[in-house]
């Protein structure tokens, strides 16, 4: 469904990504793993139109997408929850919710959000800029989820979170799949991602260096083959 065929990319005069190939299939989750700098952002932010590739191609539902503008990715359904959240600070939970709405019900989709993640619905008032790091993450998570997304790309979801509230964000990704979406997770904490995962991409310097079933593998391996981590 969403696919990346032999992307090169990178920032200025350096290359980040070389001859990257991915793919994610409908309601399939991908991980993607590699040490820090191998080029996970990047590869995200160029499934998502935010950069856009030297050569190689994006695709998504067999349309080619290379070089549109992130909007154009969106309107289509894939969805980009950065690292940083992107959440608007200032307005209230509730607010957010509305803008992301469109057009929406609006009492429609804050109850679908509430439904996801009760905690929000006694946030609702209160500005995401006040939330807790886990609480803005799942109104980040509620958002894309109102968009009704094909396919959702999640940069490190559970990023300086406590286990528990790691365990609600990854209860909630359980539920996108299961009602059909797809998903790429670059995820810090590997036994996370790879009991979601069904396939795992791993990155080494900007190359795909191990591609596999999730399940065939030892998050142990993983750490000392290709995370650099003893
Ligand atoms: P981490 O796990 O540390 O977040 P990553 O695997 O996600 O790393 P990227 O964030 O994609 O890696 O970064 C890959 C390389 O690209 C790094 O060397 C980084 O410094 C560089 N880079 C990232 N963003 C930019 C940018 N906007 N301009 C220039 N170089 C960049």
Redesign the pocket.
């Known amino acids: 469904m969403l696919t990346l065929h032999s992307v090169t990319a990178?920032?200025?005069a350096?290359t980040?990504?070389r001859d990257v190939t991915l793919t994610v299939g409908p309601g399939e989750v991908v991980a993607l793993l590699?040490?820090?700098?191998?080029?996970?952002?990047?590869?995200?932010?160029t499934a998502t139109g935010f950069?856009r590739p030297r050569s190689g191609r994006v695709e998504f539902d067999g349309t080619d997408l290379t070089g549109r503008p992130p909007h154009q990715f969106s309107r289509r359904g894939i969805c980009h929850l950065p690292?940083g959240r992107g959440i608007f600070a200032s307005l209230t939970v509730r607010e957010n919710l509305i803008v992301q709405a469109r057009g929406r019900d609006r009492d429609e989709a804050i109850a679908a959000a509430t439904e996801l993640f009760p905690i929000l619905g006694a946030r609702l008032h209160q500005t995401a800029g006040s939330l807790s790091g886990g609480e803005q993450q799942m109104l980040a998570l509620s958002r894309a989820y109102l968009t009704n997304p094909k396919a959702v790309v999640v940069?490190?979801a559970s990023f300086g979170l406590a286990p528990r509230i790691v365990d609600q964000i990854y209860t909630a990704l359980e539920q996108l799949v299961a009602q059909g979406m797809s998903l790429i997770l670059?995820e810090?904490y590997v036994q996370k991602a790879l009991d979601l995962a069904t396939t795992v991409y791993i990155?080494g310097r900007?190359a795909i260096v191990h591609t596999g079933p999730a399940a065939d593998l030892d998050p142990t391996e993983i750490y000392e083959r290709y995370l650099g981590i003893d």
């Open positions: 990178g920032y200025g350096t980040v990504l590699g040490p820090n700098g191998a080029g996970k952002t990047t590869l995200l932010r950069v690292e940069d490190e670059v810090q990155l900007g």
